[in-house]
């Protein structure tokens, strides 16, 4: 199983960008995934995560309302859009599938749930 993730970059606060999580080896409409992000000195942390049945949906209270996951599976990937970026948003992004953690809105996820992960890709917000 591979998982690639792409689309980070430097971005002013207040601005937007979108993250993809590709797949190839395997469909990831069969996996939950799960969006996580680690910044300098601290825990990775689960900031958003889709089921893999009926999209059942999770977000960190810190992305409420700021950051949309969402699947295409005609791409086989799944996307992270995260608008009204802050500096606190700054962080290494990775994907991650789970065969069996469901996603749901009251249940954060852990890094131990999922057993595959993506290399991760930068978010810099600063001006």
């Known amino acids: 199983l591979q998982l690639v993730e792409s689309g980070g970059g430097l971005v002013q606060p207040g601005g937007s960008l979108r993250l993809s999580c590709a797949a190839s080896g395997f469909t990831l409409d069969d996996f939950n995934i799960g969006w996580f992000r680690q910044a300098p000195g601290k825990e990775r942390e689960g900031v958003s995560c889709?089921?893999?049945?009926?999209?059942?949906?999770y977000y960190a209270d810190s992305v409420k309302g700021r950051f949309t996951i969402s699947r295409d599976n005609a791409e086989n990937t799944v996307y992270l859009q995260m608008n009204s970026l802050k500096p606190e948003d700054t962080a290494v992004y990775y994907c991650?599938?789970?065969?069996?953690?469901?996603?749901?809105?009251?249940?954060?996820?852990?890094?131990?749930?999922?057993?595959?992960w993506g290399q991760g890709t930068q978010v810099t917000v600063s001006s």
């Open positions: 991650a599938a789970s065969g069996y953690y469901y996603c749901s809105a009251y249940s954060r996820p852990k890094s131990f749930d999922f057993g595959s």
């Open positions: 889709i089921s893999r049945s009926d999209g059942g949906i």
